[in-house]
């Protein structure tokens, strides 16, 4: 039969394509014009970043209110091209730290330092290797900004993976052994099931929680090279150089609206799709909901269409067999643990090796005295981290639970916990300046709110998660045997989301570490406020171009996170481990 258009076709014929269903709906028709839209723009950003670096200098940022929705594109696509890769990075790291002892003993402490090393300290020495990879192009810049946007989500991310994973309760655990899963369908019918709500969370959180460096991503700076991509977090620079209180204005209320149209297109349906997930026995009597989820849900035509996909592999010629390979034979207990006994030495000879490097660079240009001003304003930053976690602690934790055992202010309160998370520090710059300078007020103690504003987040969305996943029949117990007041929180509430918490304070530690770069130097209107930290000492160095300072800056911060996060976060995550699993 030749092809007719809709309009000409019989309503008899309209009506039994329907029947058959594969007429589209309205559903088919929305998603059409969601994909096609999101193609645009994906091709828009491609073209803007394959132009010439000397085309991109030439362009400065214009605060015309005109190029802002453009703007926003370029940054959101920049945002999520890195959560692209920061998810393949957690999936890959982070299990291979939960099921290799050697690689954990390499793999988590490096994760210590690298999710507080701050994100100028990654510019300082990337900038260069990427423009030196693509020379001449703005696809290096590009790049430099999406690797220092991933260092902004990375490392939470592989934080909430690797702590699900070791905390997989042990009944599911010695089902998958007498089932005799492989190693990949053990990790796609267990593994990553049962941490998907909690990777979800943390991922929605990752993604908030870079939009607090996307000024630094966009407006780079390091020595004498300065590159302003076209972007929200550019525009940003540009106004608080500038002063511009209304292009500031126009910029976050331009993020409120992205923020607000990928959690109704995305996240707010992955949640809706992952509630499935949750290990319990009892069906959650509340369900999350999403709009875009149901719409999904009634398509006609598309699944139809990729349905057949899997019916086209099964058609395949099957593979050739391999060959069994036999499991090698168990080691001998002293072989073993001399095997361990010697890998650990290769990690501290390594960890030494690499130290005695940073040392002797350093060591050409600085002296003692240095390094220990380096340590004393790394102890000041210590101390705010420390006092700003325990407040930003007993604040969100009994509100994250209220909010996480309630699904339909869980619903309201995500798009407004993920703007807030994502509000820029520099929106406040202003204020924080005019405050200080006006009232005389110390520095160093009240720009010490603005380490903790975009990294408070992270401990409210674990929490969050944990309570929302807390299993139904577990709470429904609680209810049956009047569990009420300090001992509902000490025998239900606190063990159940306690695994989260730790997940979500360690990153906030870590992020707090790396807000410092930004929160301990403020600057407005030609008007600089500093205060005494490690943060400022890294910033100053950087801007300098001062390289071994930014080099010792960067060790010294790395010594202070292993040592608070060995003597407090690990001992945590193991308590967490192996006692509070959910067996």
């Known amino acids: ?49 394959g132009r010439p670096l000397s085309q991109l200098s030439a362009a400065p940022i214009s605060l015309d209110i005109a190029r802002l929705p453009g703007y926003a594109v370029l940054t959101t696509l920049r ?15 982070a299990t291979l730290a939960a099921k290799s002892r050697k690689a954990e003993l390499v793999i988590i402490p490096a994760l210590d330092i690298l999710q507080s090393v701050p994100v100028l300290g990654f510019l300082t020495f990337t900038v260069t290797f990427f423009m030196g990879l693509v020379p001449g192009q703005e ?68 993604m908030s929680g870079s939009w607090f460096f996307v000024v630094a991503s966009e407006a780079i700076t390091v020595g004498k090279t300065t590159v302003a991509l076209p972007g929200i977090g550019s525009w940003l620079a540009a106004a608080t150089d500038r002063g511009d209180t209304r292009a500031v204005v126009w910029a976050v209320a331009t993020m409120a609206v992205v923020i607000i149209l990928y959690d109704q297109l995305l996240f707010r349906p992955i949640v809706t799709w992952a509630d499935k997930f949750r290990f319990e026995q009892t069906a959650s009597q509340d369900p999350p909901t999403s709009w875009f989820y149901d719409l999904l849900m009634r398509m006609r035509l598309l699944p139809r269409l990729f349905g057949s ?30 095997l361990d006994w010697l890998w650990l030495a290769a990690v501290i000879l390594g960890a030494i090796g690499g130290a005695w490097l940073v040392v002797r660079y350093v060591g050409e240009t600085l002296r003692w005295p240095d390094v220990m001003r380096a340590f004393g304003y790394g102890v000041l930053t210590l101390i705010r981290v420390l006092v700003l976690i325990a407040i930003a602690s007993v604040i969100w934790v009994p509100i994250g639970v209220w ?8 619903e309201r309160v995500q798009p407004v916990a993920q703007f807030l998370a994502a509000f820029p520090a520099n929106v406040l710059f202003p204020i924080a300046v005019g405050a200080i300078v006006a009232l005389r007020l110390s520095p160093d103690i009240w720009l010490s709110p603005l380490m903790i504003l975009g990294t408070q987040w992270y401990i409210l969305f674990n929490v969050i998660a944990g309570a929302s996943v807390l299993p139904t029949d ?52 030609h008007t600089k406020v500093e205060a005494a930290g490690l943060g400022s000492y890294i910033a100053d160095a950087t801007s300098n171009g ?13 010594f202070f996170i292993i040592l608070i996060n060995r003597s407090l976060w690990r001992p945590l995550y193991g308590f967490a481990a192996r006692r509070l699993r959910l067996d």
């Open 1 to 49: 039969m030749a092809f007719q258009s809709p309009e000409r076709m019989s309503p008899a014929l309209l009506a039994r394509f329907a029947r058959r269903r594969l007429a589209p709906n309205r559903a088919d028709l929305m998603t059409l014009f969601l994909i096609a839209g999101l193609a645009v723009l994906i091709a828009h950003g491609a073209q803007q970043m």
């Open 79 to 93: 945002m999520f091209v890195a959560l692209a890769f920061s998810l393949l990075f957690t999936f890959v790291v």
């Open 139 to 206: 696809l290096g810049v590009e790049a430099a900004a999406i690797f220092a946007i991933f260092t902004a989500q990375a490392w939470n991310m592989a934080f909430s993976f690797y702590q699900s994973l070791k905390t997989l309760p042990g009944d599911l655990d010695e089902a998958a052994r007498q089932f005799g899963l492989s190693p990949w369908k053990r990790f796609w019918r267990l593994e990553l099931p049962f941490a998907t709500p909690a990777l979800v969370w943390n991922t929605m959180m990752s």
């Open 309 to 338: 996909v899997p019916r086209t592999l099964d058609q395949l010629p099957p593979l050739p067999k391999l060959p069994r390979i036999r499991p090698p034979k168990p080691l001998n207990p002293l072989l073993a643990q001399a």
């Open 403 to 410: 909010i996480g055992l309630r699904p339909v202010w869980t």
């Open 474 to 525: 577990l709470k429904e117990a609680a209810s049956i045997f009047h569990v009420r007041r300090w001992q509902w929180w000490r025998d239900v509430a606190l063990p159940g989301i306690f695994p989260y918490y730790v997940t979500g304070a360690l990153t906030a530690s870590g992020g707090s570490w790396n807000a410092s770069i930004v929160a301990e130097v403020v600057n407005w209107n």
């Open 546 to 558: 001062d390289y071994p300072r930014v080099a010792l800056g960067i060790a010294v911060m790395s």
